[in-house]
């Protein structure tokens, strides 16, 4: 959409240039470490699957074995692709047995041999890499032959029965009913667990496990559902928490179309460690532009935590923050997801049109981004009535600001998880504003002078000076001191910082070698 | 006056209430029959389908009124009320710094897997809750927010180390009553790890419990939704600093 808001393009520039100059020490940071998290998705893209009879991972298994005896700072490959070049084990999920029974002895190979092992990891995962690029083609392909949804906003809703087998009837009836985009909610306190989950899973808490084959059987049910109504249904998941990388990977390889990946969620609301985050943030976010997965930002949350008004130009450096994390590590403008909320209290007088100007700051900013407009949650009071107003609200906003994707609000929201009649109340909201104001963008036309575009330029305003803050202090620091949501969250502090190796000069990943390789032909 | 009433529509004794359901059957005659048959065993007189919709192939919503026949005596309810007078943040930390002389100490955590701490927050952060400032405001008290996602065991270590005067507890998202569960770990462990009078008050927020519930779950009091700042820390003080006020 056209450009509405009277903004400085000069202090849109210095707003970019300090949102690089405050991320450029954290990828140099990222760069120069590894995780256990990225060294088991490495292996995961080499082929190894499958967990041992305690449902531990054996991607797990075998990098602990490899950490415990070479560390993981010259990466897992090389020892472990030189231990399978023994020809002692005829693949690697039979190395995992062999090492879990201790029968295994990992060591650094050097000259010959080392190049040996490098060639035969780099064909391994150029396998997992075969496969990311061929879902990535068979997408392509469905889109091209089955079509994109009709209308702008594409609508998204979330299913999470906790049982995939539940999920992907619900799915497909969410998708029947309207639904572009289905996001399968994960279990409370997946983010924390430092595997992955194996199989189907039937048993979740307020969610359902993340698995690559939970990804498989949904992503195959909406398939079928894509034929059925005439559109390309796209599944949503997360890339966050402690096994980011590896989710990452499984998302690539099972075609998810979108990813939840925050930049900075994981540190702030789960309290895993910055420095962990952004390593396997970095890592994943480069497999994500390898499998053209749009990734979806977290800066609705920091709205629940911080007043929507006070806190506003926060979310904006966030999303800056995020648009230079994305794009260092090889993401388009078209997958870059960037998030905002319709939260502030509507206690407050004029509350809507700061939404609007809010909403259209973040168009403005980011106009080829695939903005996500996340609803109310903060103020869904348990008053079903007043929570139907309040979404056909953030519809109408929606609608009158250009969002790109937009979450589906329930006026149940903080009641109950979503019924069957929540959410057909919920989409016949969403239709009605569509269909009866959706070309109202081409009429709204707010005065330069007004209170909307003022609005917007003060918020701009003060997310550069917060940016000019954070470059001086650091990020890593300006984290530390609550700068973002109220959280204080320490670089020393969190879950996983055990996780995280400084790269010996021999660090060697062939699937990091070939990300940042087509990170180069992208350029 | 009457302490035995009806719900009230738009005259006294009407006792017009209006409910919605969904049915898992599809819309047409049989279903809205249905419907109203459900909505008599309700306990709902002369009951009107006023709308009915489908969802999907096999589901049909609905929206009823109809005049309850059921009646409450008010006399027979059971609530818990407040038993403590209600302080302004100036008078807590008057009370506070006159009759405690130091700084009253409250932790407080979400625990269990709950990542929710909007509750927690409300109560403990500065920002507040419906125009009331947090704890944290409320200069004669040292507020320390674990946050969200804590186990039992590091809220007892951090409340031993920082010699709490009171832990409170949130609990939002919940499933399976982990919430009960949560609090009844949390409860055994502080009694567990101290005596009963150095162990600091107990006590837990939420929308899912039921405040008459505290006994039941060894806590010393239990807040339910609609809970503000100055409810908790007018509890704290009353309960904290016994004197009575002159």
């Not at chain 1, 050097?110 to 035969?120: D, H, I, K, Q």
């Not at chain 1, 979108?258 to 976010?285: A, E, H, K, W």
């Not at chain 2, 920082?162 to 502080?190: C, G, I, P, W, Y």
Request: proline content about 5%; hydrophobic content about 45%.
């Amino acid at each position: 959409m056209t450009a509405l808001l009277p903004l400085d393009p000069d202090l849109v520039e210095r707003a970019r240039r300090l949102a690089a100059q405050a991320g450029q020490p954290v990828v140099d940071l990222a760069r120069s470490r590894t995780t256990l998290s990225v060294e088991r998705a490495t292996l995961r893209l080499a082929g190894l699957t499958g967990a041992d009879p305690d449902g531990i991972p054996w991607v797990n298994r075998l990098v602990d074995a490899v950490a415990d005896q070479t560390g993981i700072e010259h990466g897992a490959a090389l020892p472990v692709f030189h231990a399978l070049a023994q020809g002692n084990h005829p693949d690697l999920t039979r190395l995992a047995h062999a090492s879990a029974a201790g029968g295994v002895k990992f060591e650094l190979p050097t000259g010959g041999a080392a190049e040996t092992a490098r060639g035969l990891a780099r064909a391994a995962v150029g396998t997992g890499f075969d496969r990311i690029d061929a879902q990535r083609r068979a997408r392509a392909d469905m889109v091209a032959r089955i079509g994109d949804p009709p209308q702008r906003p594409w609508i998204y809703l979330i299913v999470a029965t906790g049982d995939i087998y539940e999920d992907m009837p619900q799915a497909q009836a969410a998708a029947r009913a309207g639904a572009d985009i289905i996001a399968v909610i994960r279990s409370t306190g997946q983010s924390l667990l430092d595997y992955v989950p194996e199989g189907a899973t039937r048993e979740g808490f307020a969610g359902t496990y993340a698995t690559g084959e939970n990804f498989r059987l949904m992503r195959s049910a909406l398939d079928e559902t894509s034929r059925e109504v005439g559109r390309y249904v796209r599944l949503c998941n997360y890339a966050s928490g402690l096994c980011m990388p590896e989710i990452a990977a499984l998302a690539g390889m099972n075609r998810l179309d979108m990813m939840l990946n925050d930049c900075m969620y994981g540190i702030l609301f789960r309290d895993i460690n910055p420095i962990r985050t952004f390593v396997d943030q970095r890592f994943s976010r480069q497999i994500h532009a390898r499998a053209g997965i749009i990734i979806n930002t977290g800066e609705d949350n920091y709205l629940t935590t911080a007043d929507a008004v006070e806190a506003a130009h926060t979310v904006t450096v966030s999303q800056l923050l995020n648009e230079y994390f994305a794009h260092e590590a090889g993401l388009s403008d078209e997958l870059l997801g960037l998030g905002h909320a319709f939260e502030i209290n509507p206690e407050l007088p004029e509350s809507f049109r700061l939404e609007l100007a809010h909403a259209l700051l973040a168009r403005q900013l980011f106009p080829d981004a695939p903005l996500k407009w996340m609803p109310p949650t903060k103020h869904m009071t348990g008053d079903v009535f007043r929570g139907n107003l309040l979404d056909g609200f953030f519809n109408l906003a929606g609608v009158m600001t250009g969002q790109s994707i937009l979450l589906v609000g329930m006026m149940t929201e903080a009641v109950v998880t979503p019924w069957l009649s929540d959410r057909d109340i919920a989409l016949q909201n969403v239709r009605y504003v569509l269909g009866a104001a959706s070309g109202l963008a081409e009429d709204f036309r707010p005065p330069p002078d007004g209170f909307i575009a003022n609005r917007a330029n003060q918020v701009l305003g003060e997310a550069v000076d917060l940016l000019g803050r954070i470059r001086d202090d650091g990020l890593l620091n300006a984290i530390a001191d609550g700068t973002f949501g109220i959280m204080k969250r320490p670089a020393d502090g969190g879950r996983g910082l055990e996780g995280v190796a400084e790269r010996a000069d021999d660090y060697f990943n062939p699937a990091g070698e070939a990300l940042e390789s087509s990170e180069e032909e992208a350029r | 006056m009457t302490r035995i009433v009806r719900p009230y529509g738009d005259t006294t004794g009407d006792g017009m209430v209006q409910v919605s359901f969904t049915l898992p059957v599809p819309h047409d005659k049989r279903a809205e029959g249905a419907a109203a048959q459900l909505a008599a065993k309700m306990g709902l007189d002369n009951a009107m389908i006023v709308h009915a919709k489908a969802i999907g192939a096999g589901h049909t919503f609905f929206v009823v009124y109809g005049a309850a026949r059921h009646l409450v005596d008010l006399d027979e309810v059971e609530v818990v009320e407040r038993d403590y007078p209600l302080l302004s943040p100036k008078e807590v930390n008057d009370l506070v710094k006159e009759r405690l002389g130091r700084k009253l100490c409250v932790v407080g955590a979400c625990i269990g897997t709950d990542a929710h701490t909007v509750g927690i927050d409300a109560i403990l952060n500065i920002k507040g809750v419906a125009g009331e400032k947090g704890l944290e405001y409320y200069r004669e008290l040292r507020v320390v927010n674990l946050g969200a996602q804590v186990a039992v065991p590091e809220l007892v270590n951090r409340a031993l180390k920082e010699e709490a005067d009171a832990v409170l507890v949130s609990q939002v998202v919940t499933q399976k009553d982990a919430h009960l569960h949560n609090t009844r770990e949390m409860a055994a462990a502080f009694r567990e790890a101290l005596p009963p009078e150095k162990r600091p008050l107990l006590v837990v927020g939420g929308p899912r419990f039921d405040e008459r519930a505290a006994a039941e779950l060894g806590v010393d009091r239990v807040f339910s939704r609609g809970t503000t700042p100055g409810d908790v820390a007018s509890y704290l003080v009353h309960r904290i600093i016994k004197e009575p006020v002159a």
